[in-house]
């Protein structure tokens, strides 16, 4: 089992700590990385049922569109709010360092403010969220990635 632990932060939208997960994103044929150097904070949300959904400027600066979803094939989806929002999907690979590289659909749309983890990324790994400690921690006890 390998695992790896990271601290709680504070989101953009709130002033109540969170827990995030470090990652690494590239585009499908690798030639582009997103941050360029060291990881990208990307808070853990159980309320998406995505992969992942990123800002786009980033998806823009990852070239993603080049290996877009054809928008007919995208349902629309509700926000935790209520709003109904046309996502764009995209092909891409995530990465936690020293843990797992796995190919997802990679979701933005225009307000889209900060990386967000969702439950399809997480169902095959276990993280318990420690709140007293504000600690994350991801394991990869499953086959799946191995």
């Not at 790896?4 to 585009?27: D, F, G, L, M, R």
């Not at 904070?41 to 992969?51: I, K, L, N, Q, W």
Request: hydrophobic share 35%; charged share 25%.
């Amino acid at each position: 089992m390998r695992e790896k632990t990271w601290n709680y932060a504070t989101p953009h939208t709130s002033s109540v700590p969170a827990p995030y997960i470090e990652i690494v994103v590239y585009n499908l044929d690798r030639s582009l990385r997103y941050p360029v150097e060291g990881p990208l904070s990307a808070m853990v949300d159980t309320a998406f049922d995505g992969y992942l959904i990123i800002p786009l400027s980033i998806f823009q600066e990852l070239r993603l569109d080049q290996y877009e979803v054809p928008p007919d094939l995208i349902e629309n989806t509700e926000t935790f709010s209520g709003e109904i929002i046309k996502l764009r999907t995209s092909l891409a690979l995530v990465e936690i360092k020293g843990l797992l590289e796995k190919q997802v659909e990679i979701d933005t749309h225009e307000n889209c403010q900060e990386p967000l983890l969702g439950r399809l990324f997480l169902e095959n790994l276990v993280t318990p969220l420690d709140g007293p400690k504000r600690k994350t921690t991801v394991s990869t006890q499953s086959e799946f990635f191995k």
